[in-house]
C-alpha cells in the first residue's frame, strides 16, 4: 500500500465530507484506469493507490483509525492468511491488525468483541420425576440422587496440578482469541489451543485431567410445592454440571409427571371421576361419599330422578392452585347400572311395577317412540 497521505492522494482536504472524497475519487480513478492508460505502468499503480485511499477513507471507523494511527492501522498483521497471533504484545501493548485498532476506539465492537473469552459456565441438567397425585395435591419434600460433574477437590477446580499454574498461551499471546484474513476484513474467532482463556495448564491435575471437574454422585433435597401438574418445572439454581476449571455450575431442572390415577382424572386444577349408582338410585335419589386426596369425604347428594351422564360438580374439591390461593372443583358424572343379576323376588317386584307404568315415569324414552311413530306411522 502507497505511503502517501490518503488524503493527498485523492486531493482532498482532512475534514472533507464522503460526497467530496466520493467525487475526488471517481474524477481520479477515470483518469489513471487501465482503460485509458493501456500499458502504463506508473499509470495502473496510480489506479490502485486511490483506490486503496478511497476504501481507507469512505468507512467511518476505518477513516477514523487512518487519522488517528495513520498507515499503521493497515499495515500491521494484515500479512499472511489462515489462523494467526496478533505479532505484538496483544491488547494491552503494540496492535496486531486493525481490529486491535477497532477496539480500542470503538470499545471492542469489531470481529465479535476483545479480549480473552468469559469461563463457560457448566450446562443445565434435567431430571424427569414421577409423583402420585396424592403428592401433586399435597406437596412434598424429597431427596435424588444423580451423577453430575462437580468441581474437582483436588485442584480446586483451577484443572492444574497443585503447586502448580498456568503460563499465558503461546498461540494468541494470552489474548484467548486468533484472527485470519479474509479479503479486506479480519474474521475474530476463540483460540483452538486456550479456548479463548488466553492461558494453558503447564502441569494438568491427574484427577481430572485439567478439566477442574470430575463426576460424582450428589445427593439433593427436592421440595415438591401442591399443584404441580405434568409438565411443571422445577429450578435448582447452580445444582447442574460444574463449569470447567472453576466456570459457574449450571442448573438442575425436574420435570414433573404425574402417575394415572385409578379414581380421578386431572384437567388443571379440575378433578374429574365417574361415578355408578344403582338405578333404585337413580330413580328415588341418595346419597354417596366420594374420597377427597386430602383423606376427607365429599358427601354427595342425588336428586331422584338422575339420569346417566349427569355431571355434579363439587366446589373446592379439586386440586389447589400452583403458588396461589384455593382450589379448583371436583365434577362427578353419574352412570346409572341396570343390575345384572336378579333374585326371583326382585324380579318379581319389577314385574309388578313393569305392570303399573305409565309412561310418565320415564319422558325421554316415551317421547323417543312418539317420535317413531309421528315419523314411520308406526
Same mark, same amino acid.
Given at each position: 500500500m502507497s505511503s502517501t497521505d490518503f488524503y493527498e492522494l485523492l486531493g482532498v482536504s482532512r475534514d472533507a465530507d464522503e460526497k467530496a472524497i466520493k467525487s475526488a475519487y471517481r474524477k481520479l480513478a477515470m483518469q489513471y484506469h487501465p482503460d485509458r492508460n493501456p500499458g502504463d505502468a506508473e499509470a495502473e499503480a496510480k489506479f490502485k493507490a486511490v483506490g486503496g485511499a478511497y476504501e481507507a477513507l469512505k468507512d467511518p471507523q476505518k477513516r477514523a483509525a487512518y487519522d488517528r494511527f495513520g498507515h499503521e492501522a493497515f499495515e500491521q498483521g494484515m500479512g499472511g492468511g489462515g489462523a494467526s497471533g496478533f505479532g505484538g504484545r496483544g491488547p494491552q501493548g503494540?496492535?496486531?491488525?486493525?481490529?486491535?485498532?477497532?477496539?480500542?476506539?470503538?470499545?471492542?465492537?469489531?470481529?465479535?468483541g476483545g479480549g480473552r473469552q468469559q469461563a463457560r459456565r457448566g450446562a443445565d441438567l434435567r431430571y424427569d420425576m414421577e409423583i402420585g397425585l396424592e403428592d401433586a395435591f399435597s406437596?412434598?419434600?424429597?431427596?435424588?440422587?444423580?451423577?453430575?460433574?462437580?468441581s474437582c477437590d483436588t485442584c480446586?477446580?483451577?484443572?492444574?496440578?497443585?503447586?502448580?499454574?498456568?503460563?499465558?498461551?503461546?498461540?494468541?499471546?494470552?489474548?484467548?482469541?486468533?484472527?485470519?484474513?479474509?479479503?479486506?476484513?479480519v474474521?475474530?474467532?476463540?483460540?483452538?489451543?486456550?479456548?479463548? =482463556? @488466553?492461558?494453558?495448564?503447564?502441569?494438568?491435575?491427574?484427577?481430572? %485431567? &485439567?478439566?477442574?471437574? /470430575?463426576?460424582? +454422585?450428589?445427593?439433593?433435597?427436592?421440595?415438591?410445592?401442591?399443584?404441580v401438574d405434568t409438565g411443571t418445572r422445577i429450578r435448582l439454581s447452580g445444582k447442574g454440571e460444574a463449569g470447567p476449571r472453576g466456570a459457574p455450575p449450571g442448573d438442575l431442572y425436574i420435570f414433573i409427571h404425574i402417575k394415572e390415577h385409578s379414581v380421578f382424572?386431572?384437567?388443571?386444577?379440575?378433578?374429574?371421576?365417574?361415578?355408578?349408582?344403582?338405578?333404585?338410585t337413580a330413580a328415588l335419589g341418595g346419597c354417596v361419599n366420594i374420597p377427597d386426596l386430602d383423606g376427607s369425604t365429599n358427601n354427595?347428594?342425588?336428586?331422584?330422578?338422575?339420569?346417566?351422564?349427569?355431571?355434579?360438580?363439587? =366446589? @373446592?374439591?379439586?386440586?389447589?392452585?400452583?403458588?396461589?390461593?384455593? %382450589? &379448583?372443583?371436583?365434577? /362427578?358424572?353419574? +352412570?346409572?347400572e341396570t343390575p345384572t343379576k336378579l333374585t326371583k323376588d326382585q324380579k318379581e317386584i319389577l314385574e309388578q311395577f313393569?305392570?303399573?307404568?305409565?309412561?310418565?315415569?320415564c319422558p325421554e324414552s316415551r317421547g323417543f317412540f312418539d317420535k317413531l311413530k309421528d315419523a314411520f306411522g308406526a
Open positions: 503494540d496492535f496486531g491488525d486493525i481490529g486491535d485498532i477497532f477496539e480500542t476506539i470503538f470499545g471492542g465492537g469489531f470481529g465479535g406437596g412434598k419434600e424429597t431427596q435424588i440422587e444423580i451423577e453430575v460433574s462437580q480446586d477446580g483451577s484443572g492444574a496440578e497443585p503447586g502448580t499454574g498456568t503460563r499465558g498461551c503461546n498461540l494468541c499471546n494470552g489474548y484467548g482469541k486468533v484472527r485470519a484474513k479474509q479479503g479486506f476484513f474474521v475474530e474467532r476463540p483460540c483452538p489451543t486456550c479456548h479463548g =482463556r @488466553g492461558e494453558v495448564i503447564e502441569d494438568p491435575c491427574r484427577e481430572c %485431567r &485439567g478439566e477442574g471437574r /470430575v463426576d460424582k +454422585a450428589q445427593a439433593l433435597d427436592v421440595e415438591i410445592p401442591p399443584g382424572e386431572r384437567e388443571g386444577t379440575t378433578l374429574l371421576t365417574r361415578v355408578p349408582i344403582s338405578f333404585t354427595i347428594d342425588i336428586p331422584a330422578g338422575i339420569q346417566s351422564g349427569k355431571q355434579l360438580r363439587v =366446589r @373446592g374439591g379439586g386440586m389447589p392452585v400452583l403458588q396461589g390461593r384455593g %382450589r &379448583g372443583d371436583m365434577v /362427578v358424572e353419574i +352412570a346409572v313393569r305392570e303399573t307404568e305409565t309412561g310418565e315415569e
